[in-house]
Every structure is written in C-alpha cells, then in structure tokens.
C-alpha cells in the first residue's frame, strides 16, 4: 500500500503491511519459523531461511522505511546491533566524525572494537558545523549526529551538516531516537542513513529491545542487507510484532508526551534546586531555533541539573512514580542518572568536558499526567538529606 500524499499520524496507522494478506486479519501474523520450504532449489520462493528474511520483521521493516521516507528499512536485535551494522560500510583505515556527546554505547563501540577494528573516531561539538568541517581529513568518510542529542538535549543543524557531507562526499548517519520520524525525518533533508534504538519510543512500552536502520538509496539498501544477513543481528518475528503495534499509537503518545514535557520543563526551570533545565522547547535553549526548522517538536526528554550534584542519588531513590532506570520513551516516565548509567563507560573527565556532570538527572516523560510527575519530582527533591 503507498501512503505518499497521507498526513504522517495516518501513516503510523497503517504503514507497512495492515492486515495479513491471507486471511484479512487486523494484524500481521507472527511467522514463527526458521525456514521455508524449498521443493525446487532452482525457483526459490520469497523466503528462505529466517536470518535472511522473515514475513513479520519486513513488515516492521517495511513500515519504518515508510515513516522515515526511505528505500528500505532493516530491524536488528538492538539499536547497537543497528549502529554497529551502519558502521561496518566503512573499512579499516577510514575516518568518522561523530557528534562529542553521543549515546554512551556508540562512543564505547568506536573508542573499543571500532578503534581496535581500524576505524578512527573525532568527537565534536555538533552545534559548530564550523568544527565538524575542520574536522575532515583525507581518509574521512562518514558524519554521525544525534540530534536532540543524549543527555544534554544540544540541536545540530542537518541542513549544515548534509551541506559539509555532499561538498566532502561523506555518508551521513543520524541516530533518530529521540526525536522519531513522527517529528523529525532526516532522510528528507538529505541524510543516507537513519538509526533508531526502537527499544524507545518506537515500540514506546519497554518491553522489548529493538533497532531498526533505515537508508536513502538502493545502493546502501543492498550493502546494509548483506551485512544484516551476514552478520545475523537480526530482530525476531515476536519482538518485530511488538515494535510495529507500539509504531501504530507512536504519533498519539509523542504529541501527549511532549505536551506534558513542555510542561515540567517550564516549572521545573523556576525551582531553585535545579541549576538548569535542558530542553529544546524553552526560549532560553540555543538550539531551540533549528529545531523548529527541522522538526516539528522539542520531544519528550529533557535533562535537568540540580544545584547540588549529592542529591542525585536521594532523588533516585525517592521518586515513587517516575521509574529509576536506564532507557526512556516508554509510556511510565523514566528518570535516569546518565554520569551513572547511560555514560559510566565514558571517562570522568570526559564526561565532565561534555557537560555531563554528578547532578544531572535525565527524565523521559510518560504519559501520566504532568503534575504528578512534577509532584513526585519535588517530594524527591525536596526531602532532607539522610
Ligand atoms: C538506547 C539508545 C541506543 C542503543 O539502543 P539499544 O536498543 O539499547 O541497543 C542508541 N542510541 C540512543 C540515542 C539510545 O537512546
């Protein structure tokens, strides 16, 4: 079914395939097997084997490469096992740039196996299009962003970014996670690849682990699948089952969530514990003018730095509603503590250089009501010091 000229929220509804096309059901079967019959090797049919394709994990594959605009989507067993598939197109010898203060997991794989591998990483501030360009040596070939990125909710221009790309000829890769393709869709603005942790809001429940990749052009579909094939980090028909029903209401939770973040973060900004509220719906954030050209809204995930880095671990342990853990876009807010959780794999001073000090406390905002959020945050909050 093509949705070319439907508004997104439908999209969401009925991407990829919307019933099963054998018996009408309302829902894509889940194709529990591992292989398909062969009676004429010669003639093979669509399926052979599951690593290599299986009728539940296209139609994910099919629905995100419709929601982010692209030729093909893949789904892998997690976001890592996507990010990892995306920077096995480079080789041994090549150079990326990626963005100072991206997700924990992608700087550990570049400054361990990738590094190990012979793929060199520089790390920089994505906001100074200016840097990424000085940035460029002979033997670059790849650009990662983030944005908003993790922890610090900081905006990279995509248009400045895919500009320096096509004049370098470099791969641009985004990690869209955040921001879903329900407000931002980068391959429209000239990115080749699109990254997701679907573990996220895509599937939106936590309850299942999940990345998906989706490309720009034939070329890098056929590469992308070899690698997926190849490598058999693949996402199972179940949890391909659970990403694409959490895909149907994506767009109905992220505008709730992103209300209600717009919410706590002003009240938030006003307590006199919190340092500084970081998200890129203020008016005071910098980067708040770019995000409104390239997406259509600040998200659900805001970062906030309290006065008094001690009170970190108090807070986790007092909050009653919102859940003390790693992870977010799930549907219960998620209050994680990135200095110990999201990036404890990342050097202390490395940290700090990023900005991601002691009392900086990242909340995922569900979808309960925000002043119970913001109610259980200042109990949290506020409570003495034992
Ligand atoms: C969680 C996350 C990842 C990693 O995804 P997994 O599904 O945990 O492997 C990558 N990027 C971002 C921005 C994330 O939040």
Not at 183 to 212: W, Y
Not at 347 to 367: A, K, M, N, Y
Request: aromatic share 6%; hydrophobic share 40%; charged share 20%.
């Amino acid at each position: 079914m093509a949705h070319n000229n439907i508004d997104p929220r439908t999209r969401a509804v009925h991407c990829g395939q919307d019933r099963d096309p054998y018996t009408g059901a309302s829902s894509v079967p889940i194709y529990q097997g591992s292989t398909f019959a062969q009676p004429d090797p010669d003639h093979p049919g669509a399926y052979d084997y599951g690593r290599s394709g299986n009728p539940t994990r296209e139609a994910l594959e099919s629905a995100i490469a419709e929601l982010e605009g692209g030729v093909h989507g893949f789904a892998f067993a997690s976001g890592m096992a996507a990010i990892t598939s995306a920077l096995l197109l480079f080789k041994p010898g090549d150079h990326v740039i990626a963005a100072e203060d991206i997700y924990g997991g992608t700087y550990r794989i570049l400054t361990t196996l990738f590094r190990q591998w012979g793929l060199d990483a520089t790390f920089v501030d994505m906001t100074r299009p200016g840097l990424v360009e000085a940035a460029v040596r002979p033997e670059t070939r790849g650009i990662f962003v983030e944005t908003p990125s993790n922890p610090l909710l900081k905006i990279t221009d995509l248009d400045a970014i895919a500009a320096i790309a096509r004049k370098h000829s470099l791969l641009t890769i985004i990690d869209n996670t955040f921001a879903t393709p329900w407000l931002q869709r980068p391959i429209e603005r000239g990115f080749d690849i699109v990254l997701h942790s679907a573990t996220k809001f895509l599937g939106g429940h936590s309850d299942c682990v999940a990345g998906l990749a989706v490309v720009r052009t034939d070329d890098l579909a056929h590469r992308v699948k070899s690698i997926q094939n190849i490598t058999g980090s693949v996402l199972g028909p179940q949890d391909s089952w659970l990403i694409l029903r959490g895909i149907r209401t994506l767009a109905v939770r992220m505008d709730a969530q992103q209300r209600s973040a717009q919410i706590v973060a002003e009240e938030m900004a006003r307590w006199p514990e919190i340092n500084k509220v970081f998200y890129p719906g203020l008016a005071a954030h910098p980067g708040r003018a770019i995000n409104e050209r390239q997406s259509s809204g600040a998200g659900a995930v805001l970062s906030f730095e309290l006065k008094d880095g001690a009170v970190a671990h108090q807070v986790l342990r007092r909050v009653k509603l919102c859940l003390p853990a790693v992870s977010l876009g799930g549907v219960e807010s998620i209050l994680s503590y990135p200095a110990k959780m999201s990036h404890a794999s990342m050097p202390r001073e490395e940290r700090s250089l990023r900005g991601i000090t002691d009392g900086l406390l990242r909340l995922s905002v569900g979808l309960e009501d925000p002043l119970d959020i913001l109610n259980d945050l200042k109990q949290a909050i506020l409570v003495e010091k034992v």
